[in-house]
Nanobody, 125 residues
Framework: QVQLVESGGGLVQAGDSLRLSCAAS????????MGWFRQTPGKEREFVGG????????YYADSVKGRFTISRDNAKNTVYLQMNSLKPEDTALYYC??????????????????WGQGTQVTVSS
């Protein structure tokens, strides 16, 4: 059983930065890849990016590439999403998730088996 808890969301202005954190329970955090997704009302969950178990490889959606950075600290069982140059279209509920199967950095939400409760990010123009 894995529990994921996101934090760090909030209301910011366009161009600002935020860093989201996702704290995981359990002793096997360093053995699995993680992903970040986001969702707005009425839309499907959208892949934001992913990171391999060691942190050596990262993957990003085109919409955030160059602005968002994913990192992890396996000693703290935490994965981060640094978001810079935020835009109003980045407004969403952001989730972290543990990858269960499929390739690392998979954008398919069905490849992830544990999800956090989400943290809201709102970017005003």
């Amino acid at each position: 059983q894995v529990q994921l808890v996101e934090s760090g969301g909030g209301l910011v202005q366009a161009g600002d930065s935020l860093r989201l954190s996702c704290a995981a329970s359990g002793r096997t955090f360093s053995s699995y890849s993680m992903g970040w997704f986001r969702q707005t009302p009425g839309k499907e969950r959208e892949f934001v990016g992913g990171i391999s178990s060691s942190g050596a490889s990262t993957y990003y959606a085109d919409s955030v590439k160059g602005r968002f950075t994913i990192s992890r600290d396996n000693a703290k069982n935490t994965v981060y999403l640094q978001m810079n140059s935020l835009k109003p279209e980045d407004t969403a509920l952001y989730y972290c998730a543990k990858r269960s199967w499929g390739p690392p950095g998979s954008p398919n939400s069905r490849h992830y088996d544990y999800w956090g409760q989400g943290t809201q990010v709102t970017v005003s123009s």
